[in-house]
Protein backbone atom coordinates (compact mmCIF):
# COMPACT_ATOMS: atom_id res chain seq x y z
CA UNK A 1 0.00 0.00 0.00
CA UNK A 2 1.83 3.65 -0.49
CA UNK A 3 1.84 6.07 2.05
CA UNK A 4 4.18 7.79 4.52
CA UNK A 5 5.94 5.78 6.75
CA UNK A 6 7.58 7.60 10.02
CA UNK A 7 9.93 5.38 12.68
CA UNK A 8 10.35 5.25 15.25
CA UNK A 9 6.74 5.79 17.08
CA UNK A 10 8.94 6.37 20.02
CA UNK A 11 11.79 7.79 20.79
CA UNK A 12 13.49 8.69 23.95
CA UNK A 13 17.05 10.87 24.13
CA UNK A 14 19.22 12.17 26.35
CA UNK A 15 20.11 15.53 26.57
CA UNK A 16 22.73 16.44 24.62
CA UNK A 17 22.46 14.15 21.87
CA UNK A 18 21.85 14.61 18.35
CA UNK A 19 18.99 12.31 17.12
CA UNK A 20 17.16 11.62 13.39
CA UNK A 21 13.67 10.73 12.27
CA UNK A 22 12.72 8.73 9.33
CA UNK A 23 10.18 9.72 7.19
CA UNK A 24 10.02 7.80 3.77
CA UNK A 25 6.90 7.92 0.83
CA UNK A 26 5.99 5.54 -1.69
CA UNK A 27 3.59 7.89 -3.13
CA UNK A 28 6.00 9.83 -5.62
CA UNK A 29 4.97 12.97 -4.29
CA UNK A 30 7.61 16.19 -5.19
CA UNK A 31 7.48 17.80 -1.78
CA UNK A 32 7.40 16.83 1.80
CA UNK A 33 7.20 19.00 4.72
CA UNK A 34 7.83 18.01 8.66
CA UNK A 35 6.22 19.98 11.36
CA UNK A 36 6.26 19.90 14.90
CA UNK A 37 3.26 19.62 17.36
CA UNK A 38 2.98 21.26 21.00
CA UNK A 39 -0.17 21.23 23.22
CA UNK A 40 -2.27 24.14 22.32
CA UNK A 41 0.44 25.40 19.77
CA UNK A 42 -0.90 23.50 16.51
CA UNK A 43 1.49 22.09 13.89
CA UNK A 44 4.31 24.58 13.32
CA UNK A 45 6.60 23.60 9.97
CA UNK A 46 9.96 23.35 10.51
CA UNK A 47 11.57 22.56 7.32
CA UNK A 48 9.96 21.98 3.57
CA UNK A 49 11.40 19.94 0.14
CA UNK A 50 10.01 20.57 -3.14
CA UNK A 51 12.93 18.51 -4.94
CA UNK A 52 16.04 16.88 -4.35
CA UNK A 53 18.84 17.90 -2.67
CA UNK A 54 16.84 20.99 -1.89
CA UNK A 55 14.75 22.55 1.24
CA UNK A 56 13.92 25.54 2.88
CA UNK A 57 13.76 26.25 6.32
CA UNK A 58 9.66 26.74 8.02
CA UNK A 59 8.82 28.96 10.96
CA UNK A 60 11.22 27.43 13.69
CA UNK A 61 13.81 25.66 12.51
CA UNK A 62 16.54 26.27 14.80
CA UNK A 63 17.88 23.27 16.36
CA UNK A 64 17.33 21.61 13.33
CA UNK A 65 18.35 20.25 9.96
CA UNK A 66 17.06 18.05 7.01
CA UNK A 67 18.93 16.03 4.15
CA UNK A 68 16.81 14.86 1.02
CA UNK A 69 19.71 13.13 -1.40
CA UNK A 70 16.15 11.00 -2.62
CA UNK A 71 12.93 11.22 -3.58
CA UNK A 72 11.00 9.17 -1.36
CA UNK A 73 13.08 9.99 1.81
CA UNK A 74 13.47 13.43 4.25
CA UNK A 75 14.69 12.35 7.58
CA UNK A 76 15.01 15.24 10.17
CA UNK A 77 17.74 15.12 12.75
CA UNK A 78 16.73 17.15 16.04
CA UNK A 79 20.04 18.20 17.16
CA UNK A 80 21.47 19.06 20.81
CA UNK A 81 21.14 23.11 20.30
CA UNK A 82 17.28 22.28 19.99
CA UNK A 83 16.67 23.61 23.63
CA UNK A 84 12.81 21.96 23.71
CA UNK A 85 12.84 19.14 21.89
CA UNK A 86 10.01 17.14 23.45
CA UNK A 87 7.43 16.79 21.37
CA UNK A 88 5.09 14.87 18.61
CA UNK A 89 7.38 15.40 15.38
CA UNK A 90 4.45 14.83 11.80
CA UNK A 91 5.97 14.31 8.12
CA UNK A 92 3.97 14.62 5.40
CA UNK A 93 4.11 14.80 1.52
CA UNK A 94 2.37 15.96 -1.24
CA UNK A 95 1.95 15.35 -4.99
CA UNK A 96 1.83 19.25 -6.53
CA UNK A 97 1.39 22.78 -5.64
CA UNK A 98 -1.68 23.38 -3.64
CA UNK A 99 -2.85 19.53 -3.43
CA UNK A 100 -3.59 17.97 0.09
CA UNK A 101 -1.12 16.79 2.17
CA UNK A 102 -0.95 13.19 2.99
CA UNK A 103 0.85 12.37 7.08
CA UNK A 104 2.43 10.05 8.23
CA UNK A 105 1.77 8.33 12.07
CA UNK A 106 4.25 10.22 13.49
CA UNK A 107 7.07 10.25 16.15
CA UNK A 108 6.82 11.06 19.79
CA UNK A 109 10.45 12.47 21.12
CA UNK A 110 11.07 12.88 24.81
CA UNK A 111 14.35 14.15 25.97
CA UNK A 112 15.24 12.38 29.13
CA UNK B 1 3.40 36.09 5.89
CA UNK B 2 0.44 34.12 6.31
CA UNK B 3 -1.66 32.98 9.23
CA UNK B 4 -4.03 30.86 9.85
CA UNK B 5 -6.11 31.26 13.41
CA UNK B 6 -8.81 28.72 15.15
CA UNK B 7 -9.76 30.64 18.18
CA UNK B 8 -11.82 27.89 19.88
CA UNK B 9 -9.02 25.43 21.25
CA UNK B 10 -11.53 22.83 22.76
CA UNK B 11 -15.48 22.89 22.28
CA UNK B 12 -17.46 20.08 24.22
CA UNK B 13 -21.35 18.78 23.07
CA UNK B 14 -23.66 16.00 23.51
CA UNK B 15 -24.29 13.43 20.93
CA UNK B 16 -26.18 14.79 18.19
CA UNK B 17 -25.75 18.70 18.55
CA UNK B 18 -24.56 20.76 15.71
CA UNK B 19 -21.23 22.31 16.07
CA UNK B 20 -19.14 24.43 13.44
CA UNK B 21 -15.50 25.19 14.18
CA UNK B 22 -13.67 28.23 12.75
CA UNK B 23 -11.04 29.19 11.26
CA UNK B 24 -9.95 32.52 10.42
CA UNK B 25 -7.12 33.16 7.93
CA UNK B 26 -4.60 35.99 6.75
CA UNK B 27 -2.65 36.01 3.42
CA UNK B 28 -1.41 38.65 0.76
CA UNK B 29 -2.19 36.42 -1.92
CA UNK B 30 -4.79 35.98 -4.22
CA UNK B 31 -4.36 33.08 -4.97
CA UNK B 32 -4.32 30.25 -2.67
CA UNK B 33 -6.11 26.91 -0.99
CA UNK B 34 -7.87 25.96 2.23
CA UNK B 35 -7.54 22.73 3.91
CA UNK B 36 -9.56 21.09 6.80
CA UNK B 37 -7.88 18.18 8.32
CA UNK B 38 -9.11 15.58 11.18
CA UNK B 39 -6.71 14.18 13.95
CA UNK B 40 -7.49 11.54 16.04
CA UNK B 41 -6.23 10.04 18.89
CA UNK B 42 -4.11 7.73 16.52
CA UNK B 43 -2.11 10.96 15.84
CA UNK B 44 -2.38 10.82 11.92
CA UNK B 45 -3.86 13.69 9.76
CA UNK B 46 -6.78 12.76 7.61
CA UNK B 47 -7.35 15.12 4.85
CA UNK B 48 -11.06 16.53 4.93
CA UNK B 49 -11.39 19.34 2.38
CA UNK B 50 -9.57 21.25 -0.26
CA UNK B 51 -11.25 24.56 -1.33
CA UNK B 52 -9.82 26.87 -3.77
CA UNK B 53 -9.81 30.89 -2.97
CA UNK B 54 -11.62 31.68 -6.37
CA UNK B 55 -14.48 29.08 -5.55
CA UNK B 56 -16.73 30.33 -2.71
CA UNK B 57 -19.58 27.82 -2.91
CA UNK B 58 -20.33 26.22 -0.03
CA UNK B 59 -19.78 22.36 0.44
CA UNK B 60 -21.63 19.95 1.94
CA UNK B 61 -20.39 16.11 2.60
CA UNK B 62 -22.53 13.67 4.25
CA UNK B 63 -22.80 15.34 7.85
CA UNK B 64 -20.34 17.71 7.20
CA UNK B 65 -20.19 21.17 5.36
CA UNK B 66 -18.12 24.15 4.86
CA UNK B 67 -18.84 27.82 4.59
CA UNK B 68 -15.94 29.86 2.98
CA UNK B 69 -16.42 33.47 2.90
CA UNK B 70 -13.50 35.57 1.30
CA UNK B 71 -14.67 38.59 2.60
CA UNK B 72 -14.40 37.69 6.12
CA UNK B 73 -11.54 35.89 5.42
CA UNK B 74 -13.18 32.70 7.22
CA UNK B 75 -13.76 28.89 6.04
CA UNK B 76 -16.11 27.36 8.66
CA UNK B 77 -16.38 23.45 8.90
CA UNK B 78 -19.92 22.21 10.17
CA UNK B 79 -20.74 18.71 11.66
CA UNK B 80 -24.67 18.37 11.61
CA UNK B 81 -25.81 15.21 14.07
CA UNK B 82 -22.55 15.48 16.03
CA UNK B 83 -21.31 11.75 17.03
CA UNK B 84 -18.86 10.50 18.98
CA UNK B 85 -16.57 9.39 16.66
CA UNK B 86 -16.10 12.93 15.39
CA UNK B 87 -14.18 13.39 18.30
CA UNK B 88 -10.82 14.37 17.81
CA UNK B 89 -8.86 17.63 16.46
CA UNK B 90 -9.60 19.66 13.98
CA UNK B 91 -6.97 21.41 12.02
CA UNK B 92 -7.56 24.63 9.62
CA UNK B 93 -4.88 25.03 6.78
CA UNK B 94 -3.61 27.13 4.03
CA UNK B 95 -1.42 26.58 1.22
CA UNK B 96 -0.41 30.32 -0.36
CA UNK B 97 0.25 31.11 -4.07
CA UNK B 98 4.15 31.96 -3.30
CA UNK B 99 6.24 29.21 -4.84
CA UNK B 100 9.72 29.22 -3.16
CA UNK B 101 12.40 27.33 -5.46
CA UNK B 102 9.42 25.02 -6.03
CA UNK B 103 8.21 25.04 -2.50
CA UNK B 104 4.74 25.78 -0.85
CA UNK B 105 4.39 26.62 2.24
CA UNK B 106 1.85 24.71 4.24
CA UNK B 107 0.47 26.69 7.41
CA UNK B 108 -1.89 25.24 10.20
CA UNK B 109 -4.12 26.70 12.88
CA UNK B 110 -3.63 25.62 16.31
CA UNK B 111 -6.45 23.20 15.93
CA UNK B 112 -9.73 22.72 17.51
CA UNK B 113 -10.37 19.65 20.11
CA UNK B 114 -13.69 18.39 19.77
CA UNK B 115 -15.10 16.27 22.45
CA UNK B 116 -18.31 14.48 21.69
CA UNK B 117 -20.60 13.31 24.59
CA UNK B 118 -22.81 10.38 24.83
Not at chain 1, 24 to 52: C, F, K, T
Not at chain 1, 61 to 77: C, H, I, M, Q
Not at chain 1, 91 to 99: I, T
Amino acid sequence: DGGITQSPKYLFRKEGQNVTLSCEQNLNHDAMYWYRQDPGQGLRLIYYSQIVNDFQKGDIAEGYSVSREKKESFPLTVTSAQKNPTAFYLCASRRGLGLEAFFGQGTRLTVV
Amino acid sequence: AQKVTQAQTEISVVEKEDVTLDCVYETRDTTYYLFWYKQPPSGELVFLIRRNSFDEQNEISGRYSWNFQKSTSSFNFTITASQVVDSAVYFCALTPLEVIQGAQKLVFGQGTRLTINP
